[in-house]
């Protein structure tokens, strides 16, 4: 029987990882069961970036195990969490145990929307899923659910419970950058290495990408440099997917998208930039290094949409910007073809070299520029789709699962 295996919220913002929890889980599994029971990947989701009471990422993961009773599955997770979660302040971990995963409409209302707690309960028990624990319960049900059909990529997460965290050398990442993208991406942000969290888990790097074989080369290379024992761990995710932005809510704390012309620009405390379009107030933080908003005439902007003081205002995650620059000069004369001057007298253009003086109108020329505004590698959300993925939506599928995905 393929029984699916949830869990989340087994972190803080300053230590463990949840990903870290089902590494452990899968590797006592595989002491006493053979790799053929795990199904395909474990798989890490990314839910709405925008709810209030997250934790870093946002992350749930999930597995399926082929397994004769779901009440085992229960047992492996439960100890799992216990070892090697930290629950610590508002942290609420949540074990979701299922025999089904096609409820796909969970996932999508997770990314797109907040749940309340009595309501995933009530989903769940309609559902006949067995669950435990706190509000976690929400985000492991959504990854026990998602939706990786259409479009998905893996990361491979190294691991190590060393303190400080190996350096790794920035000239050995920018040449396997250089020799596996596209295929792997958003390692490197020019001379900012992106591949290495700097918070106190054990997650020692991370290597992004549409395959297997380019993901597991570039981490097998990185691990020869540093001394730390090989253990990682090779996820599906929905990161880089853009699939955050399929439906626009407009709600507080969910996904929004404004378009209009740019009524107003100002500079706000620390230096964060304001628009306003369509009386909407959008805020571009400085840190994102949007480049061309502050100039737009027109502007296509999603976020997160936050309570205002008045409505809601969006903060900026991407976008479109129309700038149109206008230039105005005075017409040839056209008697001699010189250039016409101004006489001083409203309407009147005088030619200096043959004296004609005329009423032609002056003349108007436009330009303009459309843009695409991604934030900086550093600052880039991890379900933003990158440019450098589009025409690579489904690769994923093309490569069977290799046999170093877990180590």
Request: aromatic content about 10%.
């Amino acid at each position: 029987m393929i029984t699916w295996i949830g869990i989340d919220d087994t972190d803080t913002y300053d230590k463990g990882c949840t990903t870290y929890v089902m590494y452990n889980m899968l590797k006592e599994f595989l002491k006493t069961r053979g790799e053929w029971r795990i199904i395909n990947y474990p798989r890490l989701i990314r839910l709405n970036p925008n709810v209030p009471f997250k934790t870093r990422g946002n992350a749930a993961v999930s597995v399926g195990l082929n397994i004769d009773d779901p009440r085992e599955a229960l047992e492996l997770a439960e100890w799992a969490v216990d070892a090697f979660s930290h629950k610590v302040g508002k942290t609420s971990p949540g074990i979701v145990v299922s025999t089904s995963n096609n409820e796909h409409w969970i996932y999508w209302k997770a990314l797109t929307d907040v749940i309340p707690l009595n309501t995933a309960i009530r989903w769940m028990n309609k559902l006949g899923v067995i669950y435990k624990g706190g509000r976690g319960v929400i985000g492991a049900l959504a990854s026990v659910m998602a939706d990786l059909n259409l479009d998905s990529t893996l990361e491979l997460l190294a691991y190590s419970e060393l303190t400080p965290k190996p350096s790794i050398p920035i000239n050995l990442i920018k040449k396997l950058n250089d020799s596996t993208s596209p295929l792997t991406f958003e390692n490197m942000d020019d001379e900012y290495v992106l591949i290495q969290p700097h918070g106190n888990d054990p997650v020692v790097f991370g290597i992004r990408g549409d395959s297997p074989h380019h993901i597991i080369h570039f981490a097998s290379m990185l691990m020869s440099e540093i001394d730390v024992e090989p253990r990682w761990l090779i996820y599906l995710t929905n990161q880089a997917t853009g699939h955050h932005v399929s439906s626009i809510v407009n709600k507080p704390y969910t996904i929004g998208y404004v378009e209009g012309s740019v009524n107003d620009v100002k500079l706000v405390e620390g230096g964060n930039i304001e628009v306003n379009v369509n009386s909407t107030p959008v805020f571009s933080y400085r840190h994102y290094g949007f480049k061309s908003i502050d100039k737009a005439t027109y502007l296509i902007a999603y976020g997160g949409f936050k309570p205002g003081i008045n409505n809601l205002d969006l903060y900026m995650e991407g976008g479109f910007a129309l700038i149109i620059k206008g230039t105005v000069k005075n017409p040839k004369c056209p008697r001699c073809g010189s250039g016409l001057e101004s006489t001083g007298r409203v309407g009147l253009l005088k030619c200096p070299k043959c004296g004609l003086i005329t009423g032609l109108p002056k003349l108007m020329n436009y330009a303009s520029e459309f843009l695409l505004e991604e934030p900086r590698g550093s600052e880039v959300r991890h379900l933003h789709k990158p440019i450098v993925r589009v025409g690579l939506e489904g690769l994923v599928k093309a490569f069977n699962r290799p046999s170093l995905w877990i180590i």
